[in-house]
């Protein structure tokens, strides 16, 4: 039994008087409508800068990896850059999906099929990056223990390169599965009231003959939180092994303990960047203000708050040290490479810096967190930051090793590894474009549930529920 | 499968259901099942099921993962092919926590979710038949199964007095088959859609 019960003093979830119908109308109203001209234009660009990025990497597969501007000794650049970014942005999806459900958050409802999408999207996206990396990418399965002809030749298990094999396709297939056990009752919902045969069909294949069972449902439940504990360490052992790609090795620069921590809360804070990126303009487009409230945007904008300090603190600590060290290689790179504006990439840094920083500081007012225009501005600017610093991490390390015989040409991409990266965001988009207009971006189910908590028309009517007796509140709610 | 006859009566506001499903119980009907629209905390005690066991599974893939990992490595590092990485031990147990980590999740998420199709008997093109179909929607549905002696005007008359807002009688196969859902009825079929 749960109490439906919760404090006025609380901002409701979702706003208007809704019935669980009225709840339903709305979320499924852009499945069931035309697509509006704005969603075609955007479909059509991001259709544009996928192929674009077909053609980049057609090129790249057909005359290797020489189409990039990698060198040596940058050898990784872009590519290595984007896969980090990528990956990040889709923590957010994760943090909201499980580990505000074990938080007991109730604001995650509203959001988090959405960033759900969003974490596989970019996941998809990522993953492109090291398999074509690998040049003969054709080759791409030799990356997968199975007992071969070559000997057989087994992978290096004591490697963070396989580690990421592992990290990464385990965290795709289970957000993936994690999203799809959530979207199955609310596509019977879309299903039961389909007004064509081919909606019913399609929605009916999706929905796997789900009914609605209270057993069922349990089992669901069950489900969901099991998997949500399962995701929770999953998503910070992802980025964990990310960071051991860079940490396990002896480079100045990557050669770091503070990698995990700083890396995970990074990538928290660039995927509730762009979660609000999305969200802002979800909630515009498809007439959604009532679910997705100033209070789900002011929550993620403190998030964004929160985790951008702690990389702050990460940055300075990683300063600290390069001093304190002694280390007159560590020196080098933390205080010439990086941090020295007039080095060949000091740019960046402080553009990182600037970014990631200084401009989130601005969330610690509270009209700032509640404006929309801020809001989307600097959900942009966080992950331009969140760019340059896996650019600064990876670049500035290796631009300059040991002997200066050996320091490298200055690094810039090629258009085909822009197009490459542009490719990836035409994917990124199209998927979302397509999901937003055939999936519920809200779990309907979810927001049911809490409809009778946290809506504004029945927290209204909790008033009198404060003046009663504890005796009377007890008596009223204990009946079933 | 075998047809069946049902009564079915429908509730909208899950507060009402509650004592009627108490009352239902008590009276010695066997309520066949109850269709939500969304997960209702504490039905499935109301109803009297047991607790699902679905997390043990969960717990015993995730372990068969954890497993299957540790001697997988250990076997091809330690017997099969014993790779001299910079002099380090063959037995390198902390290099492998990552991975038997990430196995012990992926078998757990991927067993547990089979598991829960398997159970629930869901899967694409299954096709199982629906009392009402606001039972997605807003509608709490509740099925009861007839006997011989059910007089199904008194019950629909006693689903009624515990605050049913519609009540019917439908005879039904109470399995799945494999079909498609598109001859199913569609109230909204003339339905005007305004462009959002």
Redesign the interface.
């Known amino acids: ?2 109490l439906k019960y919760e404090s006025q003093l609380r901002e409701p979830l979702v706003y208007g008087d809704k ?3 009225q709840v ?1 109308e709305d979320i499924v ?2 499945i ?5 001209k704005l969603w075609y234009i955007g479909f059509y660009i991001s259709v544009a800068l996928l192929l674009f990025g077909v053609y980049s990497v057609y090129r790249e597969v057909t005359y290797g990896i020489g189409q990039w501007n990698l060198n040596k000794t940058i050898g990784w650049g872009w590519d290595i850059t984007n896969f980090v970014w990528w990956v990040g942005i889709g923590h957010a999806g994760t943090l909201i999906s499980a580990i505000l459900l074990l938080f007991r958050q109730g604001w995650r409802t509203g959001v988090n099929r959405a960033a759900e999408a969003m974490t596989i999207f970019a996941v998809m996206c990522a993953g492109q990056f090291p398999i074509f990396h690998m040049g003969r990418v054709w080759m791409a399965f030799f990356v997968l ?1 199975y007992p071969n002809t070559r ?4 992978v ?3 490697s ?1 390169l ?2 990421d094999v ?2 990464i396709s ?1 965290y795709f ?2 957000s993936l ?2 999203w799809y ?1 959530g979207l ?2 609310d596509f ?2 879309v ?5 064509t ?2 909606r ?2 399609l ?4 929905s ?16 969901s ?3 949500a504990g ?2 929770t ?2 998503v910070l ?1 992802v980025h964990t ?1 990310v960071s ?1 790609d860079f940490a396990t090795s002896v480079i100045p620069g990557w050669h770091t303990t503070i990698f995990p921590p700083y890396f995970v809360a990074g990538a928290i804070f660039s995927g509730f960047a762009m979660v609000q990126t999305l969200m802002v303009i979800v909630r515009k ?3 959604m203000e009532d679910y997705i409230t100033m209070g789900h945007i002011e929550a993620m904008n403190k998030v964004i708050v929160l985790t951008g300090s702690i990389v702050g603190v990460a940055y300075l600590t990683e300063l600290f040290m390069g001093w304190y060290s002694q280390n007159k290689y560590e020196g080098y790179t933390f205080w010439y490479s990086r941090a020295y504006l007039f080095s060949p990439y000091g740019w960046s840094y402080w553009g990182m810096m600037a970014c990631n920083v200084l401009s989130p500081q601005i969330f610690w007012f509270r009209k700032m967190r509640r404006n929309l225009f801020v809001t989307f501005f600097m959900s942009i600017i966080v992950n331009i930051g969140m760019w340059f610093e896996r650019f600064v991490i990876i670049v500035t390390s290796l631009y300059r090793d040991y002997l200066p015989s050996s320091w490298s040409v200055y690094y810039s991409p090629t258009i085909w590894e822009i197009g490459f990266y542009a490719g990836t965001f035409g994917l990124f988009f199209t998927c979302f474009f397509l999901f937003a207009k055939y999936f519920p971006v809200i779990a309907i ?2 927001i ?2 809490v409809l009778k908590t946290t809506g504004e028309g029945y927290k209204n009517k909790m008033g009198n529920i404060e003046e009663q007796k504890l005796e009377e509140f007890v008596h009223e709610q204990a ?2 | 499968m075998a047809k069946k006859k049902f009564v079915v009566g429908c509730f909208d506001d899950e ?1 009402v259901l ?2 009627a499903v ?1 009352k239902v119980r008590t009276s010695g009907y066997k309520i066949h ?12 005690h ?2 009297g ?1 047991r ?2 066991s ?2 043990t599974a ?1 717990f015993i893939y ?1 372990i068969t993962g954890t497993t299957t990992a540790l001697s ?2 250990s076997w ?2 330690t017997r ?2 014993p ?1 001299n ?1 910079g002099g ?1 031990p063959h037995f ?1 147990l902390p ?2 926590v ?2 038997m ?3 012990t ?2 078998f ?3 067993g ?2 089979l598991t ?2 398997y ?10 038949h ?1 009392f009402h ?6 509608l709490f ?1 509740m099925v009861i199964e007839c006997t011989d002696k059910t007089n199904t005007d008194d019950l629909k008359a006693f689903l009624t007095s515990n605050g049913a807002v519609e009540t019917d009688v439908q005879v039904a196969e109470d399995g ?1 088959w494999l079909g ?3 001859k ?1 009825e ?6 005007e ?4």
Not at chain 1, 151 to 154: I, S
Not at chain 2, 33 to 44: E, I, K, M, S
């Open positions: 039994m749960h019935t669980y119908h339903t109203k852009p069931e409508a035309k697509p509006t223990p000997g057989p030749l087994w290096n298990f004591n963070p396989l580690w592992f990290a385990t297939t289970v599965l994690f056990s199955i009752p019977a919902t299903r039961d009231r389909a007004f045969k081919l019913k069909r929605y009916g294949i999706a796997f003959g789900w009914t609605g069972s209270t057993k069922h449902w349990q089992r669901h439940e069950s489900l939180l099991v998997l399962l995701s360490p999953l052992s092994i051991f487009v498809f007439g189910a979810e049911k549930y009946h079933h | 507060a509650f004592p108490k099942d109850v269709y939500t629209p969304f997960a209702v905390h504490g039905l499935d109301a109803l099921l607790e699902t679905l997390h969960g995730g997988c490595i091809i590092f099969d092919w790779l990485i380090k390198a290099a492998w990552p991975i980590f990430e196995l999740v992926l757990a998420a991927v547990m979710v829960f199709c159970l629930c008997q869901l899967a694409p093109f299954v096709k199982k629906h179909p606001r039972a997605t929607d807003d549905v799945w498609r859902y598109d199913d569609m109230p909204f079929e003339n339905k859609i305004v462009a959002a």
